[in-house]
């Protein structure tokens, strides 16, 4: 697991084959991706074949970080990374 930043109450890393069912559930809202123009997964699966296909991290060293919070250790969203 790759943190690539730290604050007092969070952390943000590498989004991992783990992270599925949040990252399904989180993609599956509405709310969530009228904002990120993403599609919704059809299931988790569909979120881990994403996740094992995702290769922004070894194109660009950048990608789609997990956010953590470190106290319960829970996936509590992602951030969009964008270079300038």
């Known amino acids: ?3 690539v ?3 007092p109450r969070l952390f943000l890393r590498e989004i991992t084959v783990e992270d599925a069912e949040s990252v399904y559930l989180l993609n599956h809202d509405p709310d969530v991706i009228k904002y990120t123009g993403d599609n919704a997964f059809e299931s988790i699966e569909a ?6 296909n995702y290769d922004q ?7 789609r970080w ?3 919070e470190k106290l319960t250790s829970n996936f ?3 951030k969009k990374t964008v270079s300038i």
């Open 76 to 78: 509590i969203g992602w």
């Open 57 to 63: 991290y070894k194109k660009y060293g950048f990608g």
């Open 1 to 3: 697991m790759k943190i």
């Open 66 to 68: 997990a956010v953590i």
């Open 47 to 52: 979120a881990k074949s994403f996740i094992n």
């Open 5 to 7: 930043l730290e604050t």
